[in-house]
């Protein structure tokens, strides 16, 4: 049987929203106008984040900088514990995130993380805002639909998925798959819609999931 762990980032691998983080830090307050129609499903997620992060002039430096040395930036405990467990398995272990992916990849790197495929939104720096798109696995941009379209293509591929993530845009995946390892509003979702979850405060939680589904 093979098995692919797809991990959220912000909120989930990391305690906190970075993407959030680095708007208020670099735009204000006026990028929430946006966020309200994206979370009334007023426009997708691309839309959202072009319309957002086009508003940040900064470089790719001073993001990473700032990221890497923000308390709030801080990884859930157990991360590395968990990728190691699943490298030793033949785990597939993929991040898909509605972030941005120069940080995503800049935090693992610091914490020493590897081997962990990562699909998020690319970035180009600019001083008249940055330009972001998503990738979907056909190789072509998509707007909507990001993580379940990763999603799809794992069980596609034959894998048994397990998900793993914290919010509303996670739910989408959930219901694909036949584990899922809840923390924040993903698990009231989870419960009210009757799925089988997995409550997780960190990831040496999930290694206990996964150890079972793993030697089932």
């Known amino acids: 049987m093979k098995i692919a762990v797809q991990l959220d980032f912000d909120g989930t691998v990391t305690e906190e929203d970075v993407s959030f983080l680095l ?3 670099y735009v204000g307050s006026r990028w929430r106008e946006y966020l309200k129609d994206y979370t009334a499903g007023k426009i ?22 700032f ?12 991360l590395w ?28 790197t610091k914490k020493g993380i590897t081997g962990v495929e990562v699909h998020a939104a690319e970035s180009v720096f600019s001083p008249q805002g940055m330009r972001v798109r998503y990738i979907g696995p056909d190789g ?6 990001f993580k379940e379209a990763y999603t799809d293509e794992l069980c596609r591929q034959g894998y048994q998925v397990i998900y793993i993530g914290d919010g509303s845009s996670d739910i989408y995946s959930a ?26 405060e960190d990831f040496l939680d999930v290694v206990k999931v996964i150890r079972r589904i793993v030697s089932d």
């Open 140 to 145: 072509k941009e998509i707007d909507d639909g």
């Open 81 to 108: 514990e968990l990728t190691d467990y699943c490298k030793r398995k033949n785990v597939k272990v993929v991040i898909v995130s509605n972030g941005l992916e120069f940080y995503i990849k800049a935090i693992l």
């Open 23 to 25: 708007l208020d830090t």
């Open 44 to 65: 997708p997620v691309g839309a959202f984040s072009k319309k957002v992060f086009g508003l940040i002039t900064a470089d790719e430096k001073t993001l990473t900088d």
């Open 67 to 78: 990221v890497l040395n923000s308390p709030k930036a801080k990884t859930r405990r157990g």
């Open 175 to 200: 219901r694909k798959v036949k584990n899922v390892c809840a923390t924040g509003h993903l698990l009231e979702l989870c419960q009210s819609e009757d799925l089988n979850w997995h409550p997780f």
